[in-house]
């Protein structure tokens, strides 16, 4: 008798734990520029405390119908972000772009295809190809290991439609151009200049905060935010962190090329990355503060060195 209570028990609580989330607690969006939202995520790494959701989903109104950038990290954050479209406007999404193959950016695709399944996913051709290949579950997987099952549930709806570098697509009353690479954030990168002004950067550029590079190059991914400082952009929405204008991309590329030219200098004076990293560090001061500087910095000096072995 004792034993079957006990035994109820714990299979209710080990059933209210496993149940399937719905969505992760709700975030303001922000309205960055006449009917473009944006929800900035927290600037950490996916965790149980912030339900795996840290990047910046946004959306424009684009007279009938809205277009989506990267609707979170799993169905649950997407679920979340369907709420707050619907609470800024009742016009259906058709349309959605995936900055790049790294799923915190685009595994809520599928809360956007429950809401409204017409609508048409876009991304890089690599990414495409990357996230059939493997990358897609890999993505679902680690979400729901940093999230211990958090994001259970979640099924990765891979893009279907490959954009290419500068593809001009007119949709609604905006036209959206795509920048892309192959050699930036994580060779599979693809930024997006809407007709007023704004320009989403995907992970090419994170708003003061340090972040894995190990899919992408640094030369690669400086390259990207010189052609897009080039442009006559108002408001930048990065991959993680504060909307700003184009400084944030500025000190993206500073902190990268203050960084790549401290360890060239340092390799061609024989200096094996681990003998380096007091002076690289300290070459990078200014940048001391951004979020992740102390967990990734070190990483980040190895794979400049390999990629100045490769040059
Ligand atoms: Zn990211």
């Given at each position: 008798?004792r034993l079957?209570?006990?035994?109820l028990?714990?299979?209710?609580?080990?059933?209210?734990h496993?149940?399937?989330?719905?969505?992760?607690?709700?975030?303001?969006?922000e309205?960055?520029?006449?009917?473009?939202?944006?929800?900035?995520?927290?600037?950490e790494?996916?965790?149980?405390?912030?339900q795996?959701?840290?990047n910046?989903?946004?959306w424009?109104?684009?007279g009938?119908?809205v277009?989506v950038?990267?609707?979170?990290s799993?169905v649950?954050?997407?679920?979340?972000v369907?709420k707050?479209?619907?609470?800024?406007?009742r016009?259906?999404v058709?349309?959605?772009?995936?900055?790049?193959v790294?799923?915190?950016?685009?595994?809520?695709?599928?809360?956007?295809l429950?809401?409204?399944?017409?609508?048409?996913?876009?991304?890089?051709?690599?990414m495409?190809?990357?996230a059939?290949?493997?990358?897609?579950e890999?993505?679902?997987?680690?979400m729901s290991?940093?999230?211990q099952g958090y994001?259970?549930?979640?099924?990765?709806?891979?893009?279907?439609?490959?954009t290419?570098?500068?593809?001009?697509?007119?949709?609604?009353?905006?036209?959206?151009?795509?920048y892309?690479s192959?050699?930036?954030?994580?060779k599979?990168?693809?930024?997006?200049?809407?007709?007023?002004?704004?320009?989403f950067?995907?992970?090419?550029?994170?708003?003061?905060?340090?972040?894995?590079?190990?899919?992408?190059?640094?030369?690669?991914?400086?390259k990207?935010?010189?052609?897009?400082l080039?442009?006559?952009?108002k408001?930048?929405?990065?991959?993680?962190g504060?909307?700003?204008?184009?400084?944030?991309?500025?000190a993206?590329r500073?902190f990268?090329?203050?960084?790549?030219d401290?360890?060239?200098?340092?390799?061609?004076?024989g200096?094996?990355?681990?003998?380096m990293?007091?002076?690289?560090?300290?070459k990078?001061?200014?940048f001391?503060?951004?979020d992740?500087?102390?967990?990734?910095v070190?990483?980040?000096?190895s794979l400049?060195?390999?990629?100045?072995?490769?040059?």
């Amino acid at each position: 008798m004792r034993l079957t209570a006990l035994f109820l028990a714990a299979s209710v609580t080990l059933a209210a734990h496993a149940s399937p989330q719905d969505t992760v607690k709700p975030y303001t969006p922000e309205q960055v520029a006449p009917g473009t939202w944006v929800i900035t995520g927290p600037v950490e790494e996916p965790s149980v405390k912030n339900q795996g959701f840290m990047n910046n989903p946004a959306w424009i109104i684009a007279g009938d119908q809205v277009i989506v950038i990267d609707p979170g990290s799993s169905v649950q954050a997407g679920r979340m972000v369907v709420k707050a479209i619907q609470k800024t406007t009742r016009l259906p999404v058709t349309t959605v772009y995936n900055t790049h193959v790294h799923g915190d950016h685009w595994l809520g695709n599928q809360a956007i295809l429950d809401a409204w399944p017409k609508a048409v996913l876009i991304a890089h051709p690599d990414m495409i190809a990357k996230a059939k290949a493997g990358e897609a579950e890999s993505w679902v997987r680690l979400m729901s290991s940093v999230t211990q099952g958090y994001t259970e549930g979640t099924r990765a709806e891979i893009p279907t439609i490959a954009t290419t570098d500068g593809m001009v697509s007119k949709i609604g009353t905006r036209s959206f151009k795509i920048y892309s690479s192959n050699d930036a954030h994580s060779k599979t990168d693809i930024m997006i200049e809407v007709d007023n002004g704004v320009l989403f950067t995907g992970d090419n550029v994170i708003n003061h905060a340090v972040r894995r590079m190990d899919d992408g190059t640094f030369t690669g991914n400086i390259k990207a935010i010189d052609r897009a400082l080039a442009l006559p952009i108002k408001v930048v929405v990065p991959g993680h962190g504060n909307t700003g204008g184009p400084a944030i991309m500025q000190a993206q590329r500073d902190f990268f090329q203050t960084l790549f030219d401290a360890v060239k200098v340092e390799y061609d004076a024989g200096k094996s990355d681990f003998e380096m990293k007091p002076v690289v560090v300290g070459k990078l001061a200014a940048f001391k503060q951004w979020d992740g500087f102390d967990a990734a910095v070190g990483k980040q000096i190895s794979l400049a060195v390999l990629e100045i072995e490769q040059q």
